[in-house]
């Protein structure tokens, strides 16, 4: 299963960080400062997997983004670089040629969009017309929501007057 | 509200601590307005983990939100579930999940069936009962659901093969459907049709047909297809690839497929990309398992990769190479590996490595020599990283040195361990593990050639003392060894002068505040003072191989208890009978209890040879009747040792404790057989001498050639050199470790069966002579235990010899049944017990040479009691007390032989 997914930018600025197993407050930044001293590292033609604490990590750089994930010792690190792959996609497409500000300032949104994608550890939807359609309908019920809300407001603030 | 919860979770992702809002997010999500409300389990989820203590507070929102109308909400709902309910709190939502597995939206029963996996992960008795659901949702009609139902069927299949042997046929069809594009085009990636799930169903496959050929035999046809439809360009297409691969190696072996596997591996290891590299050499790993002859046509690919800049590569080939060790090539391997250890200085993978090295060197070491330098070499540059059980086996070594056959290889051995030893001492900063060895191995055997004046070698220890002197082990390592050096000094008859650094050493550690060092050291003062017979027979030369003989059953106290029973004490009944009374001794039992459960929580005397010690003072005073025996044990009942009672349930209690310790300790040949193992493979092979490595050699170079003519590469000769030393071979070195193998086995047997027949022996021995309360005495333990070790040897050399074989068959039929486990064991008498006991504490890696040591310590207590002052008498008996207690919980596991015996 997959430990933890992590973005870092590639001046060791964490971005976006998921945990799927138990890690105390201490262990996350510890993590975080291990794992980006030893990916930021590592050069463009060397293999994308490290070997860190009896565990993988795989990482894939996207611009000036690192996307890592932590996985066990036997699962299948090909599977998990696609994994990454596949939610860049899906980011892509939902934020249209998708770039590390929109993750900046839309960052609960990105998280939104993993819950989606990943599950307890393990990938649960391997559709991205799926994972769009579930994201555009909770945001299309944003949507809804916002407009009952300045509506309300406005007939609150007619009744007012 | 909303915004400054996303902006908290932000902070909190940069590491600041965030704890003070974390209860305004658990309010969000009991809010009405869904956008609030799933803002509000984002920030929960990611804040908080399934133990912290607001979960209580958000259990109840989550039951009310998933029988939501709103789908939305459900998924919400069903997320947090997944990351925060903990054991505890299944239960509560657990029958509301089951219902949502019928739910109309596809992706809520997708979560469901998440929440439902994480569920088993977290306690698999609770959802138990719910297998058949994620039967049920295989069938389920979005591909989705079915994708995700195959996490938990992974899980379930990985604890439990056999049940679900039916669902080969429906996972075949499933993954044959899916090859064929039969599902919606939405799941294809990167014109794969559904990989993920491909991969999936793939590593399900690989379980279900492991060594099964009926299952496998369905898999074959649907595995083939999917290595032909693999389009091998892209990413995606390589992970099936190599999931196909693992499924091959791992299934019932079909050649054909073997060798479309070899194929996609040499694909892999031939392409520029290092990740597909990495990936074929860790797939080599796999199926070299199954045939290791596809090794040899990549043996290029695979030296290459092992010079590559990439660290990760690097290690994934170590790996490999170490699946690949044979006794041919472990030199080149291991010394690769040591070359390695010392360039990195990351200490979990240096952990690893070395103890890789280790177990490498044990296993394939073609000479002691050999053997003995490269531990060395990992001790010096991983020392402190490496398992203390290593050194042990080391020193082991070096005392058994070949074993049966010639004393001069065995002198030789030694002399150049201490030569070795000696030149090492010079370098500053040695670990400290490897120092004991250094210590050990000096005190042994550093005068035993006479190459060398006691002096010199005294010297040496006084330095290393003086060096190290923040390391209490090590310093307790150079007093033992100093002591036996003037034991043999005495013993050989010439007059021992000490160094006058050695002097002052001693008057340091006579007033050090660790008891084991002042006792170490008042044992050393004793020692000298003693005359040669005397010291011969407490610290005999080379006899660390020598066994001792515990009398378990403390048959040389029943005088004494005969005698308080005849003064109208009780008899002992055992703890178990006497918890049922109810009367004042249940108050005594407490205090028993609370003793002994006191002695389990000390943990400051953990080293194993402190056992023996503890164990034989008792016995000692009880014999020579100086010093009752409860008030060593414990000073707290001291002023009740006259009234009778309490003297025989104590003496019980020591007996009771005494019998997790005190068990016989006859360690040495069991866990030894790897090593003699390869002692005699190397005999074989001085045998046979280089010629056959030369033929393997030549039959390399041969294949090389025509690899070279092939490919028409220019390759250096190093490589060439060290690929022929790699993969020379393969065939006839497996035959030859088995036999290797097969001659070690029944010798272990052997030393089983023999063990607790001639632990009764000495019993019976000493029940019939008394020990005589002679002071001279004390070389009785260790002359009573030689006669009966000199049994294993020549049984074994029966054993080995198939024509005689009369006294092995009674003893084969009692191994078996020792060896068949626990289930048997509370069936078994004492002894037997017992046998099983020594067992379990020779395979802790208990170490001979600290017993010697601490039979002659014991003693020369003694000695020291008797001539000193009634002060360094109650010191002493403190000491014992306080070993007595430390050392309870050292004993492997305590309570579970307490069961056993009990």
New interface residues.
Partial sequence: MIHFVLLISRQG??R????YS?YS?KE??KV?RELSGLILTR?P???????W??LRVVYKRYASLYFCMCIDEDD????I???I??YVEVLDRYFGSVCELDLIYN??KA??IL?ELL??G?????????VAR?VA??DS??ET??EQ?SSITNIIAQAAK | MKEYIIRLVYVEMLGHDASFGYIHAVKMIHDDSLLVKRTGYLAVTLFLNEDHDLIILIVNTIQKDLKSDNYLVVCAALNAVCKLINEETIPAVLPQIVELLAHPKEAVRKKAIMALHRFYQKSSSSVSHLVSNFRKRLCDNDPGVMGATLCPLFDLITNDVNSYKDLVISFVSILKQVAERRLPKAYDYHQMPAPFIQIKLLKILALLGSSDKQASENMYTVVGDIFRKCDSSSNIGNAVLYECICCVSSIYPNHKLLESAADAISRFLKSDSHNLKYMGIDALGRLIKISPEIAEQHQLAVIDCLEDPDDTLKRKTFELLYKMTKSTNVEVIVDRMIDYMNSINDNHYKTEIASRCVELAEQFAPSNQWFIQTMNKVFEHAGDLVNIKVAHNLMRLIAEGFGEDDDTADSQLRSSAVESYLHILGEPKLPSVFLQVICWVLGEYGTADGKYSASYITGKLCDVAEAYSNDETVKAYAVTALMKIYAFEIAAGRKVDMLPECHSLMEEFLASHSTDLQQRAYELQAVIGLDAHAVESILPSDASCEDIEVDKALSFLNDYIQESIEKGAQPYIPESERTGMLNISNFRNQDHHEASSHGLRFEAYELPKQTVQARIPPASLASTELVPVPEAMYPRESYQTTTVPSVSSDAASTELKLRLDGVQKRWGRQTHFPSTSTSNSTSLKTVNGITQVDGSNTANSRTRETYDSRKQVEISPEKQKLAASLFGGPSKTEKKSATGHKSSKPSSHMVKSHAPKSSMEVASEKTSVQQPPDLLDFGEPTVKSTAPSLDPFKDLEGLLEPTTQVSSAVNHSSTAAVTKSPDIMGLYTETTAGAHHKDSDILSGLSKPPMTNMVGGTTTMQVAQSSKGPNLKDSLEKDALVRQIGVTPSSQNPNLFKDILG
């Fill in positions: 600025k964490v976006l960080t998921k945990w138990p407050q996350r930044t975080i050069g033609k060397l293999c994308n997997f490290v070997e604490r009896g299948n690190e090909l599977e670089l696609e994994i792959h596949h960052f609960h998280y939104f819950d599950i307890a393990e990938l649960q939807e391997p559709s991205k017309r799926t579930l309908a909770q019920l944003v929501a916002k809300t």
